[in-house]
């Protein structure tokens, strides 16, 4: 028996109130919209200058916004990108013909000075 009393007595805890007293929690998104007039309309951001909203699950620059490049203006730069690829491939190309050519070339003058000595 200890001698100042029970060392561990833990004090009971109070019942928990209710989360919410209101029922709107019960009711589904058009009644609350109609009950509370809430209209949250179609969420939107701003990134990096362009402001861009959420429709149909996907997210679409909105048109009009100054900084932003509109559909004609991106699939002209992609056009634009895709034909300056084709040329980079081409150039590529033609510096490894070039360099097997040299290469080839380089190898036959030193034959042709082997066999002059």
Do not use: C
């Not at 928990?16 to 209209?39: C, F, Q």
């Not at 959420?54 to 699939?75: H, P």
Request: hydrophobic share 30%.
């Amino acid at each position: 028996m200890p001698l100042f009393g029970n060392t561990f007595s833990p004090k009971k805890t109070p019942p928990r109130k209710s989360a919410s007293l209101s029922s709107l929690h019960n009711l589904d998104r058009s009644t609350r919209e109609v009950e509370l007039g809430l209209d949250y309309g179609t969420p939107t951001m701003n990134l990096a200058g362009q402001s861009l909203k959420f429709e149909n699950g996907q997210w679409i620059a909105e048109a009009g916004i100054s900084g932003g490049v509109d559909r004609r203006e991106a699939q002209r730069l992609r056009r634009r990108n895709q034909q300056l690829e084709e040329e980079n491939n081409l150039l590529r190309l033609k510096v490894d013909i070039l360099l097997d050519m040299l290469s080839e070339t380089t190898a036959e003058s030193h034959l042709m000075e082997k066999d002059i000595r």
